[in-house]
């Protein structure tokens, strides 16, 4: 910050409050997206397990490799690996701003000679919920998996996998009449 020094008090308070919302935006757009892809998983999850409960995919061995079952496993580890680690990097991020953000923030204030508002700790409720949340829908899914497959033998791992690919084509088919709807409703407001 030693290039405010030059500028006269009210400059330097607009310049810092500048840097102050521009870390507020950031912290509030990396949230955001978040919540996105959050939201967005959560949809697909919740569409497997209806999936699973009504029956519209059935268990069995057609035509499935035991590469294709171990790449559609390898997939969803990396999946889930990468959206939790992402959750928690989201969080991580917005605590270093955030320490910026009142860093400044308290620099700006003691130009007008007044107390620094209170720090408050960083708390990472947000990743907290969002990690119990999907971990919740996985369990579900698993549970889902188990009434699909109760009184049958138990499911190998090529089935298994057959029902998971079973259950990604039908969440296709449902991203896709999504995405014609909102076509639709584009095309409406739009004309």
């Known amino acids: 910050m030693e290039e405010l020094k030059g500028m006269s008090g009210k400059e330097r308070f607009d310049v810092q409050m500048r840097f102050v919302d521009f870390y507020r935006d950031r912290c509030g757009a990396r949230m955001g997206n978040g919540w ?8 697909s999850l919740g569409l497997l397990i209806g999936a699973l409960i009504t029956n519209r995919v ?22 889930f690996g990468v959206y939790f680690w992402w959750i928690w ?15 400044i923030l308290e620099s700006a204030v003691e ?4 107390s620094a508002p209170k720090r408050v ?15 919740v829908l996985l369990g579900l899914v698993w549970f889902a998996y188990r009434k699909a497959t109760a009184g049958q ?17 039908a969440l296709m088919e449902s ?7 909102a076509q639709l409703i584009m095309e409406k407001t739009n004309g």
């Open 36 to 43: 996105k892809i959050s939201l967005g998983l959560w949809s």
């Open 121 to 135: 700790k960083f708390v990472y409720y947000s990743q907290i919920f969002q990690t119990v949340i999907t971990a």
């Open 89 to 103: 990097k989201i969080g991580y991020d917005n605590r270093q701003d955030s320490k910026d953000m009142h860093t």
């Open 175 to 181: 991203a896709e009449a999504l995405m014609q709807s």
């Open 58 to 79: 059935s268990i069995g061995n057609d035509n499935l490799t035991c590469f294709d079952a171990v790449m559609l496993v390898v997939t969803l580890v990396v999946v």
């Open 153 to 169: 033998d138990e499911p190998t791992l090529i089935q298994s996998a057959q029902a998971l690919k079973q259950c990604a084509q």
């Open 111 to 114: 130009e007008l000679e007044i």
